[in-house]
């Protein structure tokens, strides 16, 4: 048998990578300013400044790295910044960079992304405009751990919404959203409720 203790009175420290899009991210910070997620959220890192006044206005320090440095030092600037605010978790809401298998290995079990493609199929660019063109009847969104194979890791939590061949491309966007930022948020909470145990690759969620 294999147990593990949990300390409920330490907060866990979450931080949040970021790139353009802001759904995701404004999700975590209302769920937390509303006192629905037991975590802290020291800091927020990008590799745009377009979300910098979105952490302005929650308080947060914010670091934009520049990924055109090359991979090895970007991740190393990005590492030096969650040791200095000594992050537990690391959470990719709509952060669009592939993390190297280094950084992966060091974070294993820490890293919780958002698939914003549809299941189970239409990875890569543009997953609503492929949607849209196959003409899907159900479209979703998976949370799941960072795995050093892309889009592949343990899966925390999955939600699904039924579309009308009427909806447009635009529809199909906007609707993706809401699948999104609700899912990534209940990964997160599952995960700082201590409820998600992975054995041999494959998760269990235990409420």
Same mark, same amino acid.
């Given at each position: 048998?294999?147990w593990s203790l949990?300390?409920r009175?330490?907060?866990?420290?979450?931080?949040?990578? $970021?790139?353009?899009?802001? &759904?995701?991210?404004?999700?975590l910070?209302l769920k &937390?300013?509303?006192?629905?997620l037991?975590?802290?959220?020291? $800091?927020? $890192?990008?590799?745009?400044?377009?979300?910098?006044?979105?952490?302005?206005?929650? &308080?947060?320090?914010?670091?934009?790295v520049d990924p055109?440095?090359?991979?090895?030092?970007? /991740?190393?600037?990005?590492? /030096?910044?969650?040791?200095?605010?000594?992050?537990?978790?690391?959470?990719?809401?709509r952060?669009?960079q592939?993390?190297?298998?280094d950084f992966?290995k060091?974070w294993?079990?820490? $890293?919780i992304?958002?698939h914003?493609?549809f299941l189970?199929?239409?990875?890569?660019?543009?997953p609503?405009h492929?949607?849209?063109a196959?003409?899907v009847k159900?479209i979703?969104?998976t949370a &799941?751990?960072?795995?050093?194979?892309?889009?592949?890791g343990?899966i925390?939590?999955?939600?699904i919404?039924?579309?009308a061949?009427?909806?447009?491309?635009?529809?199909?966007?906007?609707?993706?959203?809401?699948v999104?930022?609700?899912?990534l948020y209940?990964?997160?909470?599952?995960?700082?409720?201590?409820?998600?145990?992975?054995? /041999?690759?494959r998760t269990?969620?235990?409420?």
């Amino acid at each position: 048998m294999e147990w593990s203790l949990f300390d409920r009175s330490r907060r866990q420290r979450v931080a949040i990578l $970021v790139s353009k899009t802001s &759904h995701c991210l404004y999700e975590l910070l209302l769920k &937390h300013q509303d006192g629905e997620l037991d975590c802290d959220i020291p $800091v927020i $890192v990008s590799n745009h400044p377009d979300l910098a006044s979105v952490a302005t206005q929650f &308080h947060i320090p914010f670091f934009q790295v520049d990924p055109l440095k090359g991979k090895e030092a970007y /991740e190393g600037d990005v590492e /030096e910044i969650l040791a200095r605010y000594r992050a537990d978790l690391v959470v990719l809401a709509r952060y669009m960079q592939v993390l190297s298998g280094d950084f992966v290995k060091k974070w294993e079990r820490r $890293v919780i992304n958002i698939h914003h493609g549809f299941l189970p199929a239409f990875q890569g660019a543009k997953p609503y405009h492929q949607a849209w063109a196959k003409g899907v009847k159900i479209i979703g969104a998976t949370a &799941h751990f960072v795995s050093e194979v892309l889009d592949e890791g343990p899966i925390i939590a999955q939600d699904i919404l039924r579309v009308a061949d009427t909806r447009s491309v635009g529809e199909f966007i906007r609707l993706g959203k809401d699948v999104e930022r609700k899912v990534l948020y209940e990964a997160l909470r599952l995960y700082l409720d201590n409820s998600v145990f992975v054995r /041999e690759g494959r998760t269990f969620i235990i409420p």
